[in-house]
């Protein structure tokens, strides 16, 4: 019984679009004025942390919510996966403060932010308030938790500027001449297979995703980790530091034999 409409930034989703929308309901490029004031929700996944111009864009979804409408919003939380710091096509990234403070300054109220429900995003509940408030009247965001959250902004970007070097110092002092094998081949493992100076001693990547297994980054098979070979010396652990213990420790096949690991 919903009256459900779609609509992206390109044409490129209209043959999947037609299996469940009627073409009246879809559109591409630019929102339809006709539905101004239509919906009383909107769902947005993953794309604010894409916008030019975020301000622009919860503009425009406030436009197209009736008063009182709710929008449904995930954007991706780089404080439990790093990785989200220098992925190039995301131009923005958000701590609970900066969320709160642009929702409010684009007609949002009644934020619920939660960091739980998803393992690496923020799920954002806003509903549409009655008018726009000047900036002037935004309430003064907690000066320690903006602090706390510049804090961890800068800790990433310090991360991220050691960890090629860190990449290159256990190539050079640890993995060089032997046979090696990346633990990932998603975000995290073509990263430290581009720090590589010499990749022709990794012989495969190992990731349980079966699509992954479909791919072959740098020409190197993808495996599923129990099919590790027993002469493989050495594995990189191209996955999200803050798991990355965790699941290679859930591999049985890795434990076969002992291997140098490297930990980002």
């Not at 993953?46 to 929008?71: K, Q, V, W, Y």
């Not at 609970?96 to 300054?105: E, G, K, N, Q, V």
């Not at 349980?208 to 020409?219: I, K, T």
Request: proline share 6%; glycine share 6%; with cysteine.
């Amino acid at each position: 019984d919903l009256d459900g409409a779609v609509f992206d930034v390109s044409d490129a989703y209209r043959a999947a679009w037609d299996a469940f929308v009627p073409p009246h309901n879809q559109a591409a490029h630019d929102p339809p004025a006709a539905w101004n004031g239509r919906f009383d929700a909107v769902l947005s996944f993953f794309a604010l942390e894409h916008a030019d111009d975020p301000h622009a864009f919860l503009t425009t979804i406030r436009r197209l919510l009736r008063p009182g409408g709710d929008l449904f919003l995930t954007v991706p939380n780089v404080r439990r996966n790093a990785g989200d710091f220098i992925v190039v096509d995301h131009v923005n990234h958000f701590m609970p403060s900066s969320l709160r403070r642009i929702l409010t300054a684009t007609g949002f109220t009644d934020i619920e932010l939660d960091e739980d429900a998803h393992e690496s995003a923020y799920a954002v509940r806003a509903r549409r308030g009655v008018q726009v408030r000047a900036p002037i009247e935004l309430a003064a965001s907690d000066g320690t938790a903006v602090a706390r959250y510049a804090e961890e902004a800068r800790g990433l970007a310090a991360f991220w500027s050691a960890a090629g070097d860190a990449v290159a110092a256990f190539e050079r002092n640890v993995a060089r001449g032997r046979k090696s094998a990346i633990y990932g081949s998603g975000f995290y493992g073509v990263f430290i297979a581009g720090r590589l100076a010499d990749r022709s001693n990794v012989a495969c990547f190992l990731d349980r995703n079966l699509h992954q297994q479909a791919q072959r980054p740098f020409d190197r098979p993808v495996l599923p980790p129990d099919d590790i070979e027993d002469d493989v010396e050495v594995v990189y652990a191209g996955l999200n530091p803050a798991r990355a213990h965790d699941i290679l420790a859930g591999v049985p096949a890795l434990r076969r034999r002992p291997r140098d690991t490297f930990f980002l």
